[in-house]
T-cell receptor
């Protein structure tokens, strides 16, 4: 089945630094990738949708300049949390689908802790 | 924007009991998907329903899409400890997937 690899699985960083999270589709071409954020015991909140080669579409309330998304190829999307603060600590999950519109396949998620 | 509510928010059942979670939308949905997320894990796709009134089964799991395509349910017969996790419904909005609020299931042995 379709595999999505997300790296790193966890990261601890100091307040003010930037963190980059990678999301790769290993065995299919991901024309669209989605980035979600999940707080403990809560649902997945869509942050942004990215299509290969174009700018990401951010959901209302998500700061574009803080959460930089790049989808440079059909197999790789990155989310960079810039100038991280403790309130950015969360579980970030990417997901991807191909042009056929298969159901979403998720990466394993990245647990970010900002100290 | 579109919202999908799930009830109940939490459910504790004794192993062997049945379990049902309901997904309700204020608008008509083109499709509904169900995902399961184990504690500490990521969501895993279970099934997709597209047709009005559609019913699909996967072993002990039965999925149903309402006639008006505004609600859906997931029923688990004779729960097992391996069923523990959070069950999310999701639908495809305008080029994006929106997740329901989720139902967390705990199965007591």
């Amino acid at each position: 089945g379709a595999v999505v690899s997300q790296h790193p699985s966890w990261v601890i960083c100091k307040s003010g630094t930037s963190v980059k999270i990678e999301c790769r589709s290993l065995d299919f071409q991901a024309t669209t990738m989605f980035w979600y954020r999940q707080f403990p015991k809560q649902s997945l909140m869509l942050m942004a949708t990215s299509n290969e080669g174009s700018k990401a579409t951010y959901e209302q309330g998500v700061e574009k300049d803080k959460f930089l998304i790049n989808h440079a190829s059909l197999t790789l999307s990155t989310l960079t949390v810039t100038s991280a603060h403790p309130e950015d600590s969360s579980f970030y999950i990417c997901s991807a689908r191909d042009s056929v519109g298969l159901p979403l396949h998720f990466g394993n998620g990245t647990r970010l802790t900002v100290t | 924007g579109q919202q999908v509510m799930q009830i109940p928010q939490y459910q504790h059942v004794q192993e062997g009991e049945d379990f049902t979670t309901y997904c309700n939308s204020s608008t008509t949905l083109s499709n509904i998907q169900w995902y399961k997320q184990r504690p500490g894990g990521h969501p895993v796709f279970l099934i997709q329903l597209v047709k009005s009134g559609e019913v699909k089964k996967q072993k002990r799991l039965t999925f149903q899409f309402g006639e008006a395509k505004k609600n859906s349910s997931l029923h688990i017969t004779a729960t097992q400890t391996t069923d523990v996790g959070t069950y999310f419904c999701a639908f495809t909005g305008t080029y994006k997937y929106i997740f329901g609020t989720g139902t967390r299931l705990k199965v007591l042995a």
